[in-house]
Nanobody, 127 residues
Framework: QVQLVESGGGLVQPGGTLRLSCRVS????????IAWFRQRPGKEREGISC????????YVVNSVKGRFTISRESAKNTVYLQMNYLEPEDTAVYYC????????????????????WGQGTQVTVSS
């Protein structure tokens, strides 16, 4: 059974740091892209970062580039989203998703490309 479980969300002050984890079970990562999406209050869900486990390529959208980093720990079947210098505008529910793709990623992820989704984790940035 395919399952993605996010963790690591919470309440943090502006300028703070969080690391989100996406632990995958039911398949091995090698042929999949793992992406992070977020849905801010009152807005549509948006893709912010993705990582190809096929070749290790990764992409981060401009709005979070320099603050957010995506990485993986293959031995743990886990992908991370390191979030630094958090801003109130980063407040959102963050989702990880998996889509089968054996290739390079070089653009933001689109929802329809991903078959499996986690339940989401809330990140709140507030003083």
């Amino acid at each position: 059974q395919v399952q993605l479980v996010e963790s690591g969300g919470g309440l943090v002050q502006p300028g703070g740091t969080l690391r989100l984890s996406c632990r995958v079970s039911g398949f091995t990562l090698n042929s999949y892209v793992i992406a992070w999406f977020r849905q801010r209050p009152g807005k549509e869900r948006e893709g912010i970062s993705c990582l190809s486990n096929y070749d290790g390529s990764r992409y981060v959208v401009n709005s979070v580039k320099g603050r957010f980093t995506i990485s993986r720990e293959s031995a743990k079947n886990t992908v991370y989203l390191q979030m630094n210098y958090l801003e109130p505008e980063d407040t959102a529910v963050y989702y990880c998703a998996a889509g089968r793709y054996e290739g390079t990623v070089d653009r933001s992820p689109y929802e329809h490309e991903y078959n499996y989704w986690g339940q989401g984790t809330q990140v709140t940035v507030s003083s």
